[in-house]
Antibody, heavy 121, light 111 residues
Framework: EVLLLESGGGLVQPGGSLRLSCAAS????????MSWVRQAPGKGLEWVSV????????YYADSVKGRFTSSRDNSKTTLFLQMNSLRVEDTAVYYC??????????????WGQGTTVTVSS | QSALTQPASVSGSPGQSITISCTGT?????????VSWYQHHPGKAPKLMIY???NRPSGVPDRFSGSKSGYTASLTISGLQAEDEADYYC???????????FGGGTKLTVL
């Protein structure tokens, strides 16, 4: 069974940092790009970032560029999202997700259950 | 304001068909065949229903279909069922500074 399990969410003050993890199992992790998507309270889904299967290529939403960094450890089949300079508007449920095709970044076919990040003083 | 425009809500009775639209520009929906649709029940993980405009992942009923014309993509659900009631989001590749954009979401109510 293909599974994704996020962890690392919590309460952090504005300007603080947090590192999310996403443990993957049930598929050849290194063959697929992985994405982060978030949903703020009462809002819709927002794409955050994607990282290629090998980890050498990353893309970010304008709203997080320069503050968030996506990385992966293929030996441990784990995806990470380092979030710095957090803002109140970063408060959201963060999902990690796997792309459906190994050769592009689009169509997220497996999602974790999400981890909640709350940025508040 | 979301990059892709969806109606805030649609509704239909069991057995009927509904269509949700997703309008973008030549920089996203109109320029690329990388439109996806997701079903999201509150409190659960989103589920991929359609990818690359019209492809259904394994396990998605053929009641769900996708299409595109010009700058507008569409998700059609036929034979509406109570369990289809959820929020639906479209997304697309974008040639702007953000690689992937989402629509604002559409709440489907099954009457």
């Amino acid at each position: 069974e293909v599974l994704l399990l996020e962890s690392g969410g919590g309460l952090v003050q504005p300007g603080g940092s947090l590192r999310l993890s996403c443990a993957a199992s049930g598929f050849t992790f290194s063959s697929y790009a992985m994405s982060w998507v978030r949903q703020a309270p009462g809002k819709g889904l927002e794409w955050v970032s994607v990282i290629s299967g090998g980890g050498g290529t990353t893309y970010y939403a304008d709203s997080v560029k320069g503050r968030f960094t996506s990385s992966r450890d293929n030996s441990k089949t784990t995806l990470f999202l380092q979030m710095n300079s957090l803002r109140v508007e970063d408060t959201a449920v963060y999902y990690c997700a796997k792309v459906i095709r190994s050769n592009n970044y689009y169509g997220l076919d497996v999602w974790g259950q999400g981890t909640t990040v709350t940025v508040s003083s | 304001q979301s990059a892709l425009t969806q109606p805030a809500s649609v509704s239909g009775s069991p057995g009927q068909s509904i269509t949700i639209s997703c309008t973008g520009t030549s920089s996203d929906v109109g320029g690329y065949n990388y439109v996806s649709w997701y079903q999201h029940h509150p409190g659960k993980a989103p589920k991929l229903m359609i990818y690359e405009v019209s492809n259904r992942p394994s396990g998605v009923p053929d009641r769900f279909s996708g299409s595109k014309s010009g700058y507008t993509a569409s998700l059609t659900i036929s034979g509406l069922q109570a369990e289809d009631e959820a929020d639906y989001y479209c997304s697309s590749h974008s040639s702007s500074s953000t690689l992937v954009v989402f629509g604002g979401g559409t709440k489907l109510t099954v009457l």
